[in-house]
């Protein structure tokens, strides 16, 4: 394999999930937007559809992992003990999900400044808590980034396909996946479980020229950081105990 491809696999990978994951987030929240007032089902949606997607674009470009996510490198590396990953996976999962919210940004550009709220701007880059709670919101990511990577684990598991899955059932698998965490634990948090998802976009609303666009929340960034990266690790100690594979 080209060392290139899995660089440019979670790159580009990672740009198409969140171009996808946080337009569907900025259709709905952002003043004038035909899709306004969409609702959380449409969110959730259109998140799993970015994800499948973002899957599908890694996987074609010769990224057999597809992680898109540094939490699930980290588990994977826990799991298999390759450590390389760590090093050429997650910059480029980052740098990834910065493109893609710039990309957000230029796709919006006419309904910024139509929007007057600053924390709706906030949310069509990065998370927040329904109920501000630094505890619990941590408890909730690592929760939802667990079953994350249990469940993504167990799907693509032997036990569970011992022939193996069929071409590009896979992403399917995964972006149902993130839809379901999404209708079920995604409403106190925003389920950000994926560091990258949050601190690409976060950095991009720092930094852009956005109008009126108030604080990045620096404060709270940790949450879907941290969080994440710790629900990976107790699901890659979870799979190692009981032997999912």
């Known amino acids: 394999m080209n060392v290139a491809e899995p660089f440019w696999g979670e790159f580009f990978g990672t740009m198409v999930v969140i171009l996808l994951g946080n337009g569907v987030v900025a259709g709905v929240l952002l003043a004038r937007s035909k899709a306004q007032g969409s609702g959380w089902l449409a969110i959730t949606t259109g998140w799993a559809v970015a994800v499948f997607a973002g ?28 450590a390389s990953r760590l090093l050429t996976y997650i910059p480029a999962q980052i740098l990834g999900a910065f493109v893609g919210a710039v990309l957000v940004w230029l ?27 630094l505890r619990w919101n941590f408890l909730s990511e690592v929760l939802a980034t667990f079953v994350l ?7 693509l598991s032997r036990r569970v396909s011992p022939g ?82």
Not at 107 to 133: D, M, V
Not at 188 to 193: D, F, P, Q, R, W
Not at 213 to 236: E, F, H, M, N, R
Request: aromatic share 8%; glycine share 12%; with cysteine.
């Open 164 to 245: 193996g899955l069929a071409p590009g059932l896979g992403p399917m698998l995964i972006g149902a996946l993130v839809w379901g965490i999404g209708l079920s634990l995604g409403g106190s948090t925003g389920y950000a479980i994926n560091p990258a998802r949050d601190l690409g976009p976060r950095l991009a609303h720092s930094l852009l020229p956005i109008a009126g666009k108030g604080s990045s929340d620096w404060s709270y960034a940790w949450i879907p950081i941290v969080g994440p990266c710790v629900g990976a690790t107790l699901a890659a100690a979870f799979v190692r105990l009981f032997g999912v594979v």
């Open 149 to 155: 990577v249990l469940v993504a684990t167990a799907l």
């Open 55 to 82: 899957v599908a674009t890694a996987s074609a470009m010769g990224d057999s992992d597809a992680h898109l996510n540094p939490a699930f490198t980290v588990a994977s590396v826990l799991m298999t003990g390759n």
């Open 107 to 133: 796709q919006y550009k006419l309904h910024w400044a139509e929007t007057p709220e600053q924390e709706l701007k906030l949310g069509c880059f990065s998370t927040s808590p329904a109920i501000r709670n």
